[in-house]
């Protein structure tokens, strides 16, 4: 993806499956549309959301289960 400014909604693309490209899109309420052919976009292709998915596991830190300890049990 290639992305000038972040900031800059005129420069901003989505991925349109019918252009089988990014593209510039008009936002509604609950969907984005591709202003060259009208169809509906998302935020991603399939192998650039694969790509995210997969760094986004990388960073994801393991859970470290802690020991279970009987403090707060009275003996006996």
Do not use: I, Q
């Amino acid at each position: 993806m290639d992305h000038a400014d972040p900031k800059d909604f005129y420069s901003d693309r989505k991925w349109c499956p019918s252009c089988d490209r990014y593209v510039a899109y008009l936002m509604s309420v609950t969907t984005s549309y591709c202003v060259e052919c009208g169809g509906e976009v998302r935020l991603f292709s399939e192998d650039d959301w694969e790509s995210f998915s997969a760094s986004m596991e990388a960073r994801r830190p393991r859970s470290k289960r802690s020991k279970k300890t009987n403090s707060g049990r009275k003996s006996a």
